[in-house]
């Protein structure tokens, strides 16, 4: 999933600085056009759906916090 997160990640801000751990995406990636698009983007992919309230902005920091925050959705709809 981990992988997956990243490739979309990528796709939405189209910098390879997503595939580095130490990266705070928010500071350092992630725009707010791009994260739109991520957003919807996972909840494509996962079949999830995220309101832009529950998000807690240390979870879009890094990509193992996003990741967390996605597995937990997909475990709310099971």
């Given at each position: 999933?981990?992988?997956?997160?990243?490739?979309?990640?990528?796709?939405?801000?189209?910098?390879?600085?997503?595939?580095?751990?130490?990266?705070?995406?928010?500071?350092?990636?992630?725009d707010s056009m791009a994260l739109?698009?991520?957003i919807s983007a996972l909840e494509?992919?996962?079949?999830?759906?995220?309101?832009?309230?529950?998000?807690?902005?240390?979870?879009?920091r890094t990509v193992d916090g996003?990741?967390?925050?996605?597995?937990?959705?997909?475990?709310?709809?099971?």
């Amino acid at each position: 999933m981990k992988d997956k997160i990243k490739e979309i990640l990528y796709n939405a801000c189209d910098d390879d600085r997503v595939y580095k751990d130490e990266i705070d995406l928010l500071e350092d990636v992630i725009d707010s056009m791009a994260l739109i698009e991520f957003i919807s983007a996972l909840e494509d992919e996962f079949g999830i759906e995220i309101s832009p309230t529950e998000i807690p902005l240390d979870n879009l920091r890094t990509v193992d916090g996003i990741t967390e925050f996605v597995e937990g959705k997909i475990s709310e709809n099971e």
